[in-house]
């Protein structure tokens, strides 16, 4: 990757969190912005209401910062999962973990569970599915590409029909509005308390995928030539699925589902960067995480209610795939 | 028995079923034509005609079955929701309410075998301006349908005559009770409330839903009572349960909110619990209320809209609503209406909206 393509890459996610505390719903003055965070690291006269303080820190950057994780996490499973999978329509919810994390938490809602519990219910959810699509996918102790899909659809198609019954079974007074609106993906409900639970995994995952990009290039050029070339496919597959697993499990279970991210930033990168693992993770890391907080800022701040992140994710990023796909004229690599 | 000889007496069984139950399906609404009839104009202005005496109602309308039950009308629900057989509160007043069959589900949609089954004589439902897709089918089986108005308190009595209309006479003239009752509250609230200045107005938000914060915004019932009770909704936002975000409740910085979401109490507590709700007014003054909840949701359009207009202004203005008395006002009502006379304990529960 030239030098300063990478400089970049790595200052838009930046320059964006910076502009994203700035703007909001409620008016804090620039300036009194740059004093508030100087506060934090430096001793100020506290000159500034509480709500202020409240605003910059417990609401506007931690909700930048997770849209910046949750961006960066899901395009870099896709990028992954593109790479794995061989097939440019994967998305990292190919397993079934959306899915199943989102019955999680719809059941988390229905029993009225706080915000915690919701989040590790819906966790464990998404891991279980993907740990059920694994050994469902299993045979003679090797997982074939087409089996992992296959098995995904029918974890995915179970727990989607899950999700259905526990609509059914909800108080549309309160409940249904509510895990409607969560199925729509938003994230609104991040707080610090939210965010401490949801960093690491995410984290832990993003770190994995960064260190196998190599693998994944070999993995790219088919399961058979990579072995011939002496790579452990079942383990680099599995770490994979496990990197991906923890990226989306955690980011659907505190902002519901977010859908296109993981399945468009990996072909936008392709075109900035190309089809090199080494350059593509980091790159597609860059350009998801500066793409949903983009998004989120303008869900959170273009009307007095709230957009659901789902649905301008899909609005913005079908035209951004149609765009791409006549560009490339279909040739993904 | 042979298992032959079982399987011919089943048949037989079956068959004896059929024959008797036919004359009854074919004895419904079309053999009825012809007797006496009296017409109802609905909330979309449609003249609907009804049998002189309806004796057999499916009401689709969550709230409006615990309104059927004040009217007097509970013996003659044959069909209504799922969600009016949750209300813990219903379920004390009422108990048969669990074996009405629900044929109406969560989300509004019908089980139309059970309807049809039901053999009303005419279905209760909401229009809020456009019909569930089932409407049709009713029309098809020749079942009436009288469309009630939810959109505002004003519709809520509008709701109760037209209820009672449907009813019958006896239950009419509650109805009629039932609305000099209403407006004699809104009378006695906005006697009050009316000359406030704006400054003196606490703006209030209405909370629909924890999980995920929506909130309950203008044009709807929810913000005609809290005007009336001498309150602004601060929620910018136009209709029920819209969400919003966090730092746009900051922005409207409300000075009462009213939690109105079961499990309330769970639900209020968690907005106290939350760092970033500190820096709203209404937590600084420890004015985040818990909404009512009875024979069916205070807040929204239930009988109990009455008691809710006296509670929203006592709640909002304690200071000039010192003479009235909610638990004394509570207690009348339900000896009056629901002939049931609460306990303390059975009040308690009501304000806390926790199950009896």
């Given at each position: 990757?030239?030098?300063?393509?990478?400089?970049?890459?790595?200052?838009?996610?930046?320059?964006?969190?910076?502009a994203?505390?700035?703007?909001?719903?409620?008016?804090?003055?620039?300036?009194?912005?740059?004093?508030?965070?100087?506060?934090?690291?430096?001793?100020?006269?506290?000159?500034w209401?509480?709500?202020?303080?409240?605003?910059?820190?417990?609401?506007?950057?931690?909700?930048?910062?997770?849209?910046?994780?949750?961006?960066?996490?899901?395009?870099?499973?896709?990028?992954?999962?593109?790479?794995?999978f061989?097939?440019?329509?994967?998305?990292p919810?190919?397993l079934?973990v959306?899915?199943?994390?989102?019955f999680?938490?719809?059941v988390?809602?229905?029993?009225?569970?706080?915000?915690?519990?919701?989040?590790?219910?819906?966790?464990?959810?998404?891991?279980?599915?993907?740990?059920?699509?694994?050994?469902?996918?299993?045979?003679?102790?090797?997982?074939?590409?087409?089996?992992l899909?296959?098995?995904?659809?029918?974890v995915?198609?179970?727990?989607s029909?899950?999700?259905?019954?526990?609509?059914?079974?909800?108080?549309?007074?309160?409940?249904?509005?509510?895990?409607?609106?969560?199925?729509l993906?938003?994230?609104?409900?991040?707080?610090?308390?939210s965010?401490?639970?949801?960093?690491?995994?995410?984290?832990?995952?993003?770190?994995?995928?960064?260190?196998?990009?190599?693998?994944?290039?070999?993995?790219?050029?088919?399961?058979?030539?990579?072995?011939?070339?002496?790579?452990?496919?079942?383990?680099?597959?599995?770490?994979?699925?496990?990197?991906?697993?923890l990226?989306?499990a955690?980011?659907?279970?505190?902002?519901?589902?977010?859908?296109?991210?993981?399945?468009?930033?990996?072909?936008?990168?392709?075109?900035?960067?190309?089809?090199?693992?080494?350059?593509?993770?980091?790159?597609?890391?860059?350009?998801?995480?500066?793409?949903?907080?983009?998004?989120?800022?303008?869900?959170?701040?273009?009307?007095?209610?709230?957009?659901?992140?789902?649905?301008?994710?899909?609005?913005?990023?079908?035209?951004?795939?149609?765009?791409?796909?006549?560009?490339?004229?279909g040739?993904?690599? | 028995?042979?298992?032959?000889?079982?399987?011919?007496?089943?048949?037989?069984?079956?068959?004896?079923?059929?024959?008797?139950?036919?004359p009854?399906?074919?004895?419904?609404?079309a053999?009825?034509?012809?007797?006496?009839?009296?017409?109802?104009?609905?909330?979309?202005?449609?003249?609907?005609?009804?049998?002189?005496?309806?004796?057999?109602?499916?009401?689709?309308?969550?709230?409006?079955?615990?309104?059927?039950?004040?009217?007097?009308?509970?013996?003659?629900?044959?069909?209504t929701?799922?969600?009016?057989?949750?209300?813990?509160?219903?379920?004390?007043?009422?108990?048969?309410?669990?074996?009405?069959?629900?044929?109406?589900?969560?989300?509004?949609?019908?089980?139309?075998?059970?309807?049809?089954?039901?053999?009303?004589?005419?279905?209760?439902?909401?229009?809020?301006?456009?019909?569930?897709?089932w409407?049709?089918?009713?029309?098809?089986?020749?079942?009436?349908?009288?469309?009630?108005?939810?959109?505002?308190?004003?519709?809520?009595?509008?709701?109760?005559?037209?209820?009672?209309?449907?009813l019958?006479?006896?239950?009419?003239?509650?109805?009629?009770?039932?609305?000099?009752?209403?407006?004699?509250?809104?009378?006695r609230?906005?006697?009050?409330?009316?000359?406030?200045?704006?400054?003196?107005?606490?703006?209030?938000?209405?909370?629909?839903?924890?999980?995920?914060?929506?909130?309950?915004?203008?044009?709807?019932?929810?913000?005609?009572?809290?005007?009336?009770?001498?309150?602004?909704n601060?929620?910018?936002?136009?209709?029920?349960?819209?969400p919003?975000?966090?730092?746009?409740?900051?922005?409207?910085?409300?000075d009462?909110?009213?939690?109105?979401?079961?499990?309330?109490?769970?639900?209020?507590?968690?907005?106290?619990?939350?760092?970033?709700?500190?820096?709203?007014?209404?937590?600084?003054?420890?004015?985040?209320?818990?909404?009512?909840?009875?024979?069916?949701?205070?807040?929204?359009?239930?009988?109990?809209?009455a008691?809710?207009?006296?509670?929203?202004?006592?709640?909002?203005?304690?200071?000039?609503?010192?003479?009235?008395?909610?638990?004394?006002?509570?207690?009348?009502?339900?000896?009056?209406?629901?002939?049931?006379?609460?306990?303390?304990?059975?009040?308690?529960?009501?304000?806390?909206?926790?199950?009896?």
């Amino acid at each position: 990757m030239r030098a300063g393509r990478a400089a970049y890459l790595i200052a838009a996610p930046l320059a964006l969190l910076y502009a994203s505390l700035f703007i909001g719903r409620f008016a804090v003055p620039p300036l009194e912005v740059g004093r508030v965070l100087l506060a934090h690291v430096a001793s100020l006269p506290h000159t500034w209401p509480d709500s202020v303080d409240i605003i910059l820190m417990q609401i506007r950057l931690p909700r930048a910062v997770m849209a910046l994780m949750i961006g960066a996490g899901l395009s870099a499973s896709g990028a992954a999962f593109q790479g794995m999978f061989r097939n440019p329509l994967v998305s990292p919810d190919i397993l079934g973990v959306t899915a199943a994390s989102a019955f999680g938490a719809a059941v988390a809602l229905l029993l009225s569970s706080g915000e915690l519990e919701l989040q590790a219910i819906s966790f464990a959810f998404g891991i279980l599915g993907v740990a059920l699509t694994y050994l469902l996918a299993r045979v003679y102790r090797t997982t074939p590409v087409l089996m992992l899909v296959l098995s995904g659809v029918v974890v995915a198609a179970f727990f989607s029909a899950l999700l259905g019954a526990v609509k059914y079974l909800a108080d549309p007074e309160s409940k249904l509005p509510a895990i409607t609106y969560w199925l729509l993906g938003s994230l609104n409900g991040i707080s610090t308390r939210s965010m401490a639970v949801a960093v690491p995994p995410i984290l832990l995952g993003a770190a994995g995928l960064v260190l196998l990009r190599y693998r994944l290039n070999v993995l790219a050029m088919g399961e058979e030539d990579a072995r011939a070339l002496g790579v452990r496919t079942e383990i680099v597959k599995g770490v994979i699925i496990v990197c991906t697993t923890l990226i989306t499990a955690s980011a659907v279970s505190v902002c519901g589902i977010v859908g296109w991210v993981g399945l468009v930033i990996p072909h936008w990168s392709r075109m900035v960067v190309g089809p090199d693992h080494r350059a593509l993770v980091p790159a597609a890391m860059s350009i998801g995480a500066t793409y949903l907080l983009f998004i989120d800022d303008v869900a959170r701040t273009a009307t007095a209610g709230e957009i659901p992140l789902g649905i301008l994710t899909a609005i913005i990023g079908a035209p951004c795939f149609a765009y791409l796909l006549r560009r490339t004229r279909g040739s993904w690599r | 028995m042979t298992a032959r000889a079982s399987g011919g007496v089943l048949i037989a069984a079956l068959l004896g079923l059929v024959s008797i139950q036919a004359p009854v399906c074919a004895g419904g609404a079309a053999a009825q034509a012809p007797a006496a009839t009296r017409q109802v104009t609905d909330a979309a202005g449609r003249v609907v005609t009804l049998p002189a005496r309806v004796t057999r109602v499916a009401d689709a309308w969550h709230a409006n079955n615990a309104l059927v039950l004040m009217l007097g009308g509970g013996d003659k629900l044959v069909a209504t929701t799922v969600q009016a057989q949750r209300q813990p509160w219903l379920e004390r007043l009422y108990p048969r309410i669990d074996r009405v069959p629900a044929a109406f589900d969560a989300r509004g949609d019908v089980n139309l075998e059970t309807l049809i089954g039901a053999r009303p004589d005419v279905i209760l439902m909401a229009y809020g301006g456009s019909l569930p897709k089932w409407a049709a089918t009713a029309d098809a089986y020749h079942i009436p349908y009288v469309l009630m108005p939810n959109t505002s308190l004003a519709g809520l009595e509008e709701t109760a005559r037209l209820t009672g209309q449907v009813l019958g006479e006896k239950e009419l003239r509650v109805a009629e009770d039932y609305i000099r009752y209403f407006d004699a509250n809104l009378r006695r609230v906005t006697a009050v409330t009316a000359s406030l200045e704006d400054a003196q107005r606490p703006k209030v938000l209405h909370t629909a839903s924890a999980g995920i914060l929506t909130v309950d915004g203008r044009e709807s019932l929810i913000d005609d009572w809290i005007r009336i009770a001498g309150g602004v909704n601060c929620a910018q936002v136009s209709g029920l349960g819209r969400p919003v975000t966090m730092e746009q409740v900051a922005a409207w910085d409300p000075d009462v909110i009213i939690v109105g979401t079961a499990p309330n109490r769970e639900n209020r507590r968690a907005i106290l619990d939350d760092p970033r709700w500190r820096g709203i007014e209404a937590l600084k003054d420890g004015k985040v209320f818990v909404n009512p909840s009875g024979a069916y949701l205070w807040d929204r359009h239930s009988a109990e809209a009455a008691l809710q207009v006296l509670w929203a202004a006592k709640t909002l203005h304690p200071d000039l609503f010192r003479d009235l008395d909610i638990e004394k006002e509570t207690k009348a009502f339900y000896v009056r209406y629901f002939h049931y006379a609460l306990t303390d304990s059975e009040y308690r529960s009501i304000i806390d909206a926790v199950a009896p």
